[in-house]
């Protein structure tokens, strides 16, 4: 069975913290991918990545960086955290392909007070 | 504008009864359409994928439709149980743009007993 793990189910920060929410999967997947999901807007990208060391911005990069260093690892990182990033974070992964399935993480549930 | 609208946003029905989620897209150039299953706290889970030659395809009781000339897709739930209460989303993916995804908002169901 795929498994793609995140760091933490719930996490609350101040505002101005750094934040690193870690993903993991174990299929070797070439894809990984971050997004937010909030009421109403459904999921959201923030950024993807094709393969190690490389990232590209998706529909709302503002406010986040990424890092993949290693294939089964992504992380995304909020440089100095805000209210408005308050959100559930979900990662998934995939090979490459139109047709392959996006695996998803159980979801971060970050606030941010 | 690339779009993925779902009706309703929320349902509820009894244990037993069949339901039909409905989903409206505006993606294009089109590649294939996915219903993903969303547990409350978890991450999305694929039920079916269907590509444009495809307008059926089952999994146990659901049962997504695509008609690709309206850009419209159905999800039908036969004989619900309570464990199918959770978020569907509709995902269409671009036919250009590799993996990425557009998310529908989703439609909440509920089953009572």
């Known amino acids: 069975d795929v498994k793609v793990t995140q760091s933490s189910r719930y996490l609350v920060k101040r505002t101005g913290e750094k934040v690193f929410l870690e993903c993991v999967q174990d299929?070797?997947?070439?894809?990984m991918f971050w997004y937010r999901q909030d009421p109403g807007l459904g999921l959201r990208l923030i950024y993807f990545?094709?393969?190690?060391?490389?990232?590209e911005k998706g529909d709302i990069p503002e406010g986040y960086s990424v890092s993949r260093e290693k294939k089964e690892r992504f992380s995304l990182i909020l440089e100095s955290a805000s209210t408005n990033q308050t959100s559930m974070y979900l990662c998934?992964?995939?090979?490459?392909?139109?047709?392959?399935?996006?695996?998803f993480g159980p979801g971060t549930r970050l606030l941010v007070l | 504008k690339n779009q993925v609208e779902q009706s309703p946003q929320s349902l509820i029905i009894l244990e037993g009864k069949n339901c039909t989620l409905q989903c409206n897209y505006t993606v294009s150039p089109f590649s294939n359409l996915r219903w993903y299953k969303q547990d409350t706290g978890r991450g999305p889970v694929s039920l079916t994928i269907?590509?444009?030659?495809?307008n059926t395809k089952s999994n146990g009781r659901y049962t997504a439709t695509l008609d690709a000339d309206t850009k419209q897709s159905s999800l039908h739930i036969t004989a619900s149980q309570l464990s199918d209460s959770a978020s569907y989303i509709c995902?269409?993916?671009?036919?250009?743009?590799?993996?990425?995804?557009?998310f529908g908002g989703g439609t909440r169901l509920m089953v009572k007993p």
């Open positions: 995902v269409v993916s671009r036919n250009n743009a590799g993996n990425m995804l557009t």
């Open positions: 998934a992964s995939s090979h490459h392909g139109k047709l392959e399935t996006q695996y």
């Open positions: 990545s094709y393969d190690v060391k490389m990232k």
């Open positions: 269907m590509t444009f030659s495809e």
């Open positions: 299929m070797d997947h070439e894809n």
